[in-house]
């Protein structure tokens, strides 16, 4: 398990994919709630092995999938090149920022990861900077306890007010099994 600042650990990538949490959690089922479309260019920030990505990358235009983890970025070429997905590339991130281009992306995805953000206000920054005005940023954390071992639980309250604190703005959250999806779209500038 991850905590703040520590992402999870590489040699523990069959905890993310696995036939159990294939079973438990399907990719397609959370997937299909971001009701994205052939136009997204989206950005699943802490990819780890790839869980999500032949999901994602059926339904959008491009993928772009970060991982600080070098061995996790390999992890899941190895699953796109089986999906045969193109459109999907790949960034090594240091957690703070992404190498994209200001304004481009549609969604960001983060699933189980906000938690493992050694640097939430720098990261939150940079999704600001690369989201486009009518973008979203989606992140999807446990907020209930289960009965398999998983990710820390995180307060909703907690995760909104520090995530709208950096720019955002709560949109909706919508229950998912033992998770909570928010979605933030960018805080609107007060007028002059």
């Given amino acids: ?20 949490r294939r079973l438990l959690q399907p990719p397609s089922e959370l997937i299909k709630k971001l009701s994205i479309t052939t136009n997204d260019t989206v950005l699943d920030f802490g990819c780890g092995p790839g869980y999500y990505l032949p999901e994602i990358a059926k339904r959008a235009k491009a993928v772009i999938a970060v991982d600080i983890s070098p061995e996790m970025i390999a992890k899941a070429q190895i699953k796109v090149s089986r999906a045969k997905a193109k459109n999907v ?32 206000e720098a990261a939150l920054k940079d999704f600001l ?52 999806m928010f979605f933030f779209a960018k805080a609107k500038s007060p007028q002059r």
């Fill in 1 to 20: 398990m991850a905590h703040k600042g520590h992402p999870f650990p590489a040699s523990q990538a069959w905890m993310l994919d696995n036939w159990v």
């Fill in 89 to 120: 590339r790949f960034l090594q991130t240091d957690g703070k920022s992404v190498d994209v281009t200001e304004g481009s992306i549609d969604k960001i995805l983060l699933v189980t990861v906000y938690h493992e953000i050694g640097e939430n």
């Fill in 129 to 180: 900077r690369i989201l486009k005005d009518d973008g979203r940023l989606v992140v999807v954390e446990i907020v209930k306890k289960g009965r398999l071992p998983g990710g820390p639980i995180q307060n909703p309250e907690t995760l909104k007010t520090e995530i709208e604190a950096n720019g955002f703005k709560l949109e909706q959250m919508l229950p998912y099994k033992l998770f909570g």
